[in-house]
Structure formats: structure tokens, C-alpha cells
């Protein structure tokens, strides 16, 4: 990473910028300066979340050298930033969230498109006084900076995904009618929006009409992580969500649609700054469980990944001309990684039904491991790599071997954990537990989980073969859990 001299003794050719108001330190501004001087463009990645990335596999050796990177993250971040990863960035801006920050933000919105960060804004602002336009990259990794970013990229007049875009891509009704529209597969739905005053009679009859079969789906039209899904069984629970709904204070759009069954999968994307696309993965979870059982039923969820390759010519035959279609229909912007998710029909095996997409990398940051050795490249190091150079065509890094790895998520159930028991282990399971993470100490009371983010712990499991898989996963999903003591 770049080294500056004393910001004391830096002279700037930049616009002296109150201090009280600027995001940007002298040390910043001249790191900056420096950049504009030295590259042909600066791509800066744009992180609400306070923390960076905790790897990124190929990224020094495959980013372009005329290219400068910069992350922009909260100081809160330097407590978890290694060496490994500092050194794939030419500079690092911290900023302060202390006055904006909330713990599990998606749980207090009811819409994505509803975040403040008020500091993003300015710091693109700054940015725009001493860097020109055609040299300035914004990149988004994550759901909340998503819409932010479009909306500044639109303000100012730069390249890149503007509110429109992510709109169409991740506003759930935008989505169930592009999809018809193309002749894409989709689950039946309908839009009901609470703000407009349906009476719940009006909404009955409008739900019943087009789903017509129970159990069904309300999702909220501009969420994510599963934030605000329900599944309903029968008409009482209809009636009770309509009423429990139109008795908030703050009015809300949603989605309601019938439940496909199948096997739920997804298959992440590269979009490559020459128009052409590069699948990467295919992931679906082990026993077939959609991510809603996983999430707020099971409390477990065992991801299994095949390369896009081994997965079309195998168990998901015909993936890439449904994913094909999905494209052409949706057009999302070059570049960006992108995933799209849908279900698989068990009894015809190339029948695809698309269920929703996501303009940026799935799975979070612990999730990158199992993703890299499945296919040689690591997502968020091709997400920064397809902004930077136009001829990056993702391939797998040179010294990749592949693995066969398996993450398992135990999510949050009502109880007490009393413990970090011990992760399986030989002779119960044959393969090896990798990374793992508790996200829960011990002694804590925790809830049920209300979004994918609720987890207690994640662990890894490499194994030799697809038959031993399959057998230390089936033994783990009967024998293995968090030692937590339920409430009855």
C-alpha cells in the first residue's frame, strides 16, 4: 500500500476542504493526488459494512498495474484488515459511522432502498474536485450500498448502474413481470401495496384469485436476506398476516406468491466489461432444503457448490440457457458479479423456475472459502478485477486445486447457548473441518432468526470425494448442532 510523507508537511493541489465536514484527511487527499497522477483510472470499492474483505485470492497478481485501488470502509474495519488483504489495495480511507451505524440494519427497515449514509455522498463530492470523471470507478459488494451508489453514480453523472437498473433487478414485482413477459418460469404473485389502502377484503380476493393454493409466500418487494418472508399455510394465516400488516404504523409493499416446490439453487455470474458473461457456480443446499426451511425452520443450512461446467453437464442440465434467457430479459449493467436465483424441478430436471436476483456477490464474506476451491476464483477478487481491467476474462488462478467444501450455517433458535462444543470430527465424519467462525459467545440468549444473518456459527467441511460428502454431510444434519438449550 501506498506510503504518504507526513500529512503535516503535504502540500495539495486539491481544494483546501473544511475539516469539520471533509470525509477526507490531508494524508487521503494527497494519497489520492498521488493516484491521479500515477494511473490511467481509480476504482474505489464502497463498503457500508465495517469490515473489508477477510481474503482475496488472486487479486495481487491478476489486477492491472495502471489501475488504482482504494477501499472506502469504517474505521471500525482496521480491527479486522490483514496484511494480505492491505496490500492488494494502493490506499485505504476510513470514515467514521459512529453517529450513523445501527447493529442489524435490514431489521429496522422496510426497504433497502431506505439507508442513510450520508457520508458517501460527500465523499464522492470530494473526490470530484480533484479526480476527473472518466477516471473515477465506484463498486458496490454489498445490498445496502447498492442503491446508494446507482443514486450518486446518476447524480454525478458517472459510468455505471443507475437507479433504474438496480431497480429492475431487485424490485421483486419488476422482476415477476419482466420474467413473464420473456416466457421466463416464475411463480405466480401478486403486488399488494398497503400504502394505496386496500381494504383487506380488496386484498383476499385479489391473492386468492391468482395464487389460489395455500401454502404461499409474502416476501416484502425491496428486501433482502429473507428479511420479512413468511410462509403461510392456510387462510387464517392469510387473514392474520393482512390484519398484523395494515396495523403498522409505517405502510409496506409486498409480494405474495405461490410456493414452488423444488430444488432451490443459484448460479453466480460474472459480467465481463465486454458484454459476454462467465457462470461460475452453481450452489443448492444439501437434502434439498430451500433457504427459508433453513433459515427459520431447520436452523441449518449445508451449501454444496459445483462449477457452472460440472453442474450443466450433470445434475442441472439446460442452467445455462435458462441463465441465457435470464439475461437477455433482466440486461443487467457490465461489470459486476451477479447471481440469480430459482428452483429446480425435481420431476422434470430442465424445467427452471426463476425465483429472484442479486446485483452483487451472494453468501457474505465467510462464504468466499468454499466458493474459491470450488471454482478457482474468488468472487470479491472478480468482482474488483471485472471493474478494473476490460479484458479480464475470470479464470480460474493458475495455482488453484480444487476441493470439494462444503459451508454449514446453524442458524438462531430460541434458547441459551451454553457453549462452543467441539466441531465434528474422525472417526464420526471422514473429511476435515476447514475455517470456521462462532458469531454467538457463550451464555447468550439469542431469538428465532429473523434474516439469513442470524447465525450462531459456520464451519467448513473439505472432503476427499462426492460419496464421502455426502455421508459426513447426512451424519453431521443427524448427529451435530450447537449446544444450545431450547425454550419450550
Request: charged content about 25%; hydrophobic content about 40%.
Amino acid at each position: 500500500m501506498m506510503v504518504v510523507d507526513d500529512p503535516k508537511e503535504a502540500t495539495l493541489s486539491a481544494p483546501t476542504l473544511d475539516s469539520s465536514t471533509s470525509v477526507l484527511c490531508k494524508a487521503d487527499r494527497e494519497a489520492l493526488l498521488n493516484l491521479v497522477e500515477e494511473k490511467s483510472r481509480i476504482a474505489f470499492v464502497i463498503k457500508h459494512g465495517r469490515s473489508l474483505f477477510r481474503k482475496l485470492n488472486g487479486l495481487k497478481e491478476n489486477k492491472p498495474t495502471d489501475v488504482g485501488l482504494v477501499a472506502f470502509v469504517p474505521e471500525e474495519a482496521k480491527k479486522t484488515i490483514s496484511p494480505e488483504v492491505e496490500s492488494c489495495f494502493d490506499w485505504i480511507v476510513y470514515y467514521d459511522d459512529s453517529e450513523t451505524h445501527v447493529d442489524n440494519l435490514i431489521l429496522t427497515l422496510t426497504s433497502c432502498t431506505a439507508i442513510p449514509l450520508p457520508d458517501f455522498d460527500q465523499f464522492v463530492t470530494e473526490l470530484l474536485n480533484f479526480i476527473p470523471k472518466d477516471k473515477l470507478i465506484l463498486i458496490h459488494a454489498e445490498e445496502f450500498t447498492m442503491t446508494v451508489l446507482s443514486g450518486i453514480r446518476e447524480k454525478h453523472g458517472l459510468k455505471g448502474a443507475c437507479l433504474e437498473d438496480i431497480d429492475r433487478l431487485c424490485r421483486k414485482e419488476r422482476v415477476v413481470e419482466i420474467a413473464e413477459n420473456a416466457g421466463i418460469l416464475i411463480a405466480k404473485s401478486v403486488f399488494v401495496d398497503f400504502a394505496a389502502l386496500p381494504s383487506k377484503t380488496e386484498i383476499l380476493e385479489k391473492v386468492t384469485v391468482k395464487v389460489q393454493t395455500f401454502p404461499m409466500f409474502v416476501k416484502p418487494t425491496r428486501m433482502a436476506g429473507s428479511t420479512g418472508t413468511a410462509k403461510l399455510e392456510n387462510m387464517e394465516d392469510l387473514e392474520r398476516w393482512v390484519d398484523t400488516t395494515m396495523a403498522l404504523e409505517e405502510a409496506s409493499t409486498y409480494l405474495v406468491q405461490e410456493y414452488v416446490r423444488g430444488r432451490e439453487f443459484s448460479v453466480v455470474i460474472v459480467l465481463l466489461q465486454d458484454g459476454l458473461w462467465k457462470p461460475l457456480v452453481v450452489k443448492w443446499n444439501h437434502k434439498d432444503l430451500s433457504n427459508y426451511e433453513g433459515y427459520f425452520k431447520d436452523g441449518l443450512i449445508m451449501a454444496r457448490r459445483l462449477r457452472f461446467d460440472d453442474a450443466k453437464n450433470g445434475m442441472f442440465p439446460g442452467i445455462d440457457d435458462f441463465a441465457q434467457q435470464v439475461i437477455n430479459a433482466f440486461k443487467p449493467v457490465h461489470p459486476q458479479v451477479f447471481f440469480l436465483q430459482g428452483f429446480q424441478d425435481l420431476n422434470d430436471p430442465m424445467r427452471y423456475y426463476l425465483n429472484e436476483l442479486g446485483y452483487r456477490p451472494p453468501g457474505g464474506d465467510h462464504t468466499n472459502d468454499a466458493f474459491y476451491w470450488t471454482c478457482g476464483i474468488d468472487q470479491f477478487a472478480a468482482l474488483l478485477i471485472s471493474h478494473m481491467d476490460p479484458h479480464y476474462k475470470a479464470e480460474p488462478d493458475r495455482s488453484w486445486k480444487p476441493r470439494i467444501c462444503t459451508s454449514i450455517n446453524y442458524y438462531y433458535k430460541k434458547g441459551r447457548l451454553l457453549c462452543h462444543n467441539a466441531f465434528p470430527s474422525q472417526p464420526e465424519i471422514k473429511g476435515k473441518i476447514g475455517f470456521s467462525h462462532w458469531f454467538v459467545k457463550p451464555e447468550t440468549e439469542i431469538p428465532n432468526a429473523r434474516f439469513m444473518g442470524d447465525t450462531i456459527v459456520q464451519f467448513a467441511l473439505d472432503s476427499e470425494n462426492k460419496k464421502e460428502q455426502e455421508e459426513d454431510l447426512d451424519w453431521i444434519f443427524e448427529n451435530w448442532k450447537p449446544d444450545v438449550k431450547f425454550e419450550v
